[in-house]
């Protein structure tokens, strides 16, 4: 029999982790230790060829796409601005759902001339406000985006909103839909061609646990 090949699975450490966890599990691969608990960046499964590398979200794309990692899990924000070269994204795994958009100060006025927007998005925002015909100038930020506009920095932000909660809080509003946002399954295109067998299945498993999860 030919000997398994390696795969390496990249998954976003933070909120994204709690709800990929059991899907991945669906499918039969589970981690050797509580990764909440260590400090390990490589995570050892009940499978002696398949390890997860848990790192920043942004980064899941990179190392899919250059084969550090044969698939991955992110947010579809941080694939569209990733731009997706190189990745095929086989699954919409339907968790950590929540919308892009542009916000604003509550009873902001439209802005005369460019509009300045603060973000971590800057392609998302570019390709954005390019489709809607709008010139703007783009300030990159890391991140608390709320505060731009309240301190001047910006006219508007693009940002990530669930339920609306930190907008609020920071006498901002929702006030243009960029698109609806989940995580996705990507596959990098080296492993698609050269583990597609086994990767194959593991799609299989994980789409119907989705599917089980949908209709809980
Ligand atoms: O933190 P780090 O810089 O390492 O990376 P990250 O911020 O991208 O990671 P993380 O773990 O915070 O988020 C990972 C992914 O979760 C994102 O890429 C999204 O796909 C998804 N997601 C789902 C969210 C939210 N919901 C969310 N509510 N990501 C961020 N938020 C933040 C948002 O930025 C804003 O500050 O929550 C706030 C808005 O929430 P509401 O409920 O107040 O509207
Ligand atoms: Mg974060």
Known sequence: MMKKQQLTIALSKGRILEETLPLLEAANI?????????RKLIFDTNHDNIKFVVIRATDVPTYVEYGGADMGIAGKDVLMEHGGKGLYEPLDLEIAKCK??????????????RMRIATKFVNIAKQYFAQQGCQVDI???YGAMELAPIMG?????VDIVDTGNTLRANGLEPMDFIANISSRLVVGQPALKMKHKQIQ???????????????G
């Open 139 to 141: 300030v990159k930020l």
């Open 30 to 38: 589970i981690p050797a230790e509580n990764i909440f608990k260590s």
């Open 201 to 215: 299945p593991i799609i299989e498993m994980m789409s119907e646990a989705v599917v089980n999860r949908r209709e």
């Open 100 to 113: 892009l958009m542009v916000a604003g100060l509550t009873d902001a006025l439209p802005v005369e001339g």
């Open 153 to 157: 920095l910006a006219d508007r932000i």
